[in-house]
Every structure is written in structure tokens, then in C-alpha cells.
DNA sequence: TAATATATTTAAGTTAGCCTAAATTTGTTT
DNA sequence: AAACAAATTTAGGCTAACTTAAATATATTA
């Protein structure tokens, strides 16, 4: 089934405010997130509801259902592939990424994910750290646990930040650490929790314990 | 000024049917060109023609003013641009390009444009031969012969094709003709107009005249 | 539990982009 | 030049996606 731009956000959006299902979501929180009046989303969701995209009752709020989940799916696989392209190819950076992949996430052509997905080499992340469904809408779910607590010794890939903030990430930036790197930890310095690791075979680079709380990685 | 998608393809082909505004562009072969009615037709060029985009007079027709050809000039780079990113790095086949790059053109951020220029280091043609106009939207005007015009002996650059059906460019692909490719006349015959030429230096190659009348060249 | 506040839906109206049918203008032919 | 044909515009309507204002349902609280 083919949805408009529109219908396409809303589903995405449903499909996050729900947690992928797991809570209603209110016309209000709805109306909120996408900056639209209360009237308009009820407008959508019915619309949503009728060709079976969500389950929706009259003032419940609304829920994603199986067929939204897979067009959500299928956004995010694109949305995130896009970012990626961003990132690696024409060099943006990880704030200039959002709204253009906003964008290019709407570009009808399965052909073209196909394509785009094979010259990025398959990647299982974006930029951001968040799983790329695979082209039947599935998730690789891996935990992440936090750097810090992994073992001496122990090697994970880095895949995303907790704190995507600016500071941090010209700290991570000014220390050549980036999403995708092999984290090896060297040393546990016990009396302050620093650590020392190496970022794809690097020599020793000692980092703080507020920054190892941030950085997200899977083994 | 920012455009809808529709305002943006209307203005393309506003552009396109007025040969770059040499001509008054009738309200019925813009109707039969989108494949819609007289009516919307009008509709829409009263909207432009307010916008300052075209010119237009009752029962006249229109023409493309230059604040369009400005916007026109915008569109078909991006949209070439983007045909050169499917061919080049994507694998697309020329028939494949067109339909993609018709929804790709109309991602609205210039950073995006910019940087895939930079990623395809700037290319001045499309794979259908089609000039890319640069950043200020300056064609740069090179003169283009059909090759069926070129004498034996001579050589020059394949830059477009007049018709770009699919099963011509077919034929072109399985005979290891290719958009970019120096050719040289090596033989012609004058009873049926065939010719012989050599691709990037190949062994010669027959081609019929209804092909060398259909290939662009500049020299 | 009744009153009130909040959330949601319905109603009526708007704009973009289309449609068909009717009216009007322009072009062509005799 | 009048009559007809073709092209174009206007009029009235439709859907998607919004808006505001009014109505109604749900939640809260005295």
C-alpha cells in the first residue's frame, strides 16, 4: 500500500510514541510531537485506522498494528540508510544529518534502498547508533551495554551515544573515537573509574568515567 | 521562494516545451505533456503567473519569465546530479535513472546538493548527456552535432542522445556505447548509411543511421 | 456524586491540486 | 463576415491536510 509523506510521518511517529507498540498514544501527545492541532491528528488517525495501519478507538488514544509496524519499519530502514549516505559519503555531520534524511526517507523506489543499502556496504547502524531494519523490516537487536562496563581485556563495537550533545561529541572527536570503532579495553583504573582502551588498534587513550557512561557498544 | 513539488514540475516543463522561453508554451500541450486537464493547467499558471515565475495572457499561453528560469536551472541540476549519482555509484541503468531522480530532485536543502557535487567532483553532464548547470545556474554551452554529421577520420565525445527510449538505449548498452565515450568515424557507407566507428579506441562497430542520427556529439 | 477541568471529537471553513461540464474566446472555413 | 470548430477559461465539486470553534466525552476533585 502506498501512503502519502503525511500518512508515512504519522506512522512513523505512531510507531515511536508507542515504543513499537508497547502503550497507547494519545491524540494529544500526537498532536504535540508534530505540531498540529488535536482536530488534525484525529482527522489522520481515523483515516490510519480505516485502512487498518493502527488501532484506533473514539477518545482511547491509538496503537500501532502489525501492517503499520512494517511501513514504520520500512521508514526507519530508509531514514536511516539516508543518514548514513549523509555521513559517510558527503561528509555531513551528525546535526546536519536529521532533516535532509527527513526528507530523502519519503523517496518511493525499493530499487533505489536496494541499491543504496548495498554501496554503503550493508550497514547494521546509523550514525546515530540506532539498528537499520533489514529489508524484511527485521531488527538485529543486540544489547548495548555501556562502555564502562566492560571487562579489561574485552573488545565491543561502538555504536551509539548516550549524550549526543555537542561538547561531547567534539571530546569524542578530539580523541579519534567514532561510532563503528572497535573498543578494546586496556586498564580499569580503579580510583577514578578512568579506563584506557584503544579505538580500532590504537595506542592507549585514557578516557574519563562520565564519557564511558556515554558511549553504547555491543560484543 | 520556496516551491510545491507540482509548482516545480510545472515550471520544469514549462521551461522544457518553451525551449528555454524561445517559445509561448500553449495551455493544451502542457495538459497533454502532464497528463492532465486544461482546466488544472490553468489553474496552476494563474498561480505562477502571480508568483512572478512565468508570463502569462488569457488565451495567450505562457512563457517562462526569469525568476522560473532561475528555479528550472536549480531543478534540472539537481535532478542531474542525482542521475549521475544513480549511474555512477548506484548502478542504475540509464532507463532506470529517470523516475528516481524525478522524486530525488525535489529534496529541498542546497548543503545536499553542494556536497554531492563535491562527491561526484563536479561533473558537467548527465549520463543521458544532458548539461548539469552550475551552483549560479550557467549552462556552459559547448556546440553538439549528430554523429551521423561527423567525417571519417574525425573524432568526438558522445555527450547525448536525441531519443532516449528504452529500447535505444538498450541497443546502445549491448553495443558498448556509452555517454562520455570518445568516438572516431572509420568507415561510412553510402548506400545505406551505416557506419563504422570505434568506441575509446574499440574495433569497429556497425551502427545503422536512425542510431547515428539519434547520438549527440561535441567535439 | 456532582461540578469542573481536560481531552477528544465533530463541524465548518481553507488551500493545493485535481476533476467535469458549461461558458467564452480564438481560429478557421466557406 | 458569419458559422463552426478548437482552445481556453470559468464554475462548481472533490480529496488531503490542515485550521478554529463548538460539542461531547473522560478524568479529577471537592
Same mark, same amino acid.
Given at each position: 500500500m502506498d501512503l502519502t509523506h503525511t500518512e508515512e510521518n504519522y506512522i512513523k511517529v505512531i510507531h515511536h510514541l508507542s515504543n513499537g507498540g508497547q502503550q497507547l498514544v494519545s491524540t494529544n501527545s500526537l498532536? #504535540?510531537?508534530?505540531?498540529?492541532?488535536? =482536530?488534525?491528528?484525529?482527522?489522520? *488517525?481515523? /483515516?490510519?485506522?480505516?485502512?487498518?495501519?493502527?488501532?484506533?478507538?473514539?477518545?482511547?488514544? &491509538? #496503537?500501532? =498494528?502489525?501492517?503499520?509496524?512494517?511501513?514504520?519499519?520500512? *521508514?526507519?530502514? /530508509?531514514? /536511516?540508510?539516508?543518514?548514513? %549516505?549523509?555521513?559517510k559519503k558527503l561528509k555531513f555531520t551528525w546535526d546536519e544529518v536529521q532533516e535532509v534524511a527527513e526528507e530523502l526517507e519519503h523517496v518511493q523506489s525499493d530499487l533505489l534502498i536496494r541499491r543504496l543499502d548495498d554501496y554503503l556496504d550493508h550497514p547494521s547502524y546509523s550514525p546515530h547508533g540506532e539498528p537499520i531494519p533489514d529489508i524484511h523490516g527485521e531488527i538485529k537487536t543486540q544489547a548495548q551495554i555501556v562502555l564502562s562496563q566492560l571487562e579489561i581485556g574485552s573488545t565491543?563495537?561502538?555504536?551509539?551515544?548516550? $549524550?549526543? @550533545?555537542?561538547p561531547f561529541l567534539q571530546y569524542l572527536n578530539k580523541k579519534?573515537?567514532?561510532?563503528?570503532?572497535? &573498543?578494546?579495553?586496556?586498564?580499569? #583504573? !580503579? %580510583?577514578?573509574? @578512568?579506563?584506557?582502551? !584503544?579505538? $580500532? +588498534?590504537?595506542? +592507549?587513550?585514557? *578516557? @574519563?568515567p562520565k564519557a564511558s557512561d556515554n558511549l553504547l557498544i555491543i560484543c
Open positions: 498532536a #504535540n510531537y508534530l505540531g498540529t492541532s488535536p =482536530a488534525a491528528i484525529t482527522d489522520m *488517525i481515523q /483515516r490510519l485506522h480505516q485502512k487498518g495501519l493502527i488501532i484506533y478507538q473514539k477518545y482511547q488514544g &491509538v #496503537n500501532i =498494528a502489525a501492517p503499520g509496524t512494517a511501513k514504520a519499519m520500512q *521508514i526507519l530502514r /530508509r531514514h /536511516r540508510l539516508w543518514e548514513v %549516505f549523509l555521513v565491543g563495537t561502538l555504536v551509539a551515544v548516550k $549524550d549526543d @550533545s555537542a579519534n573515537i567514532y561510532l563503528g570503532a572497535v &573498543v578494546k579495553v586496556l586498564e580499569k #583504573n !580503579s %580510583f577514578d573509574q @578512568s579506563m584506557e582502551i !584503544s579505538i $580500532d +588498534g590504537s595506542i +592507549g587513550i585514557t *578516557i @574519563s
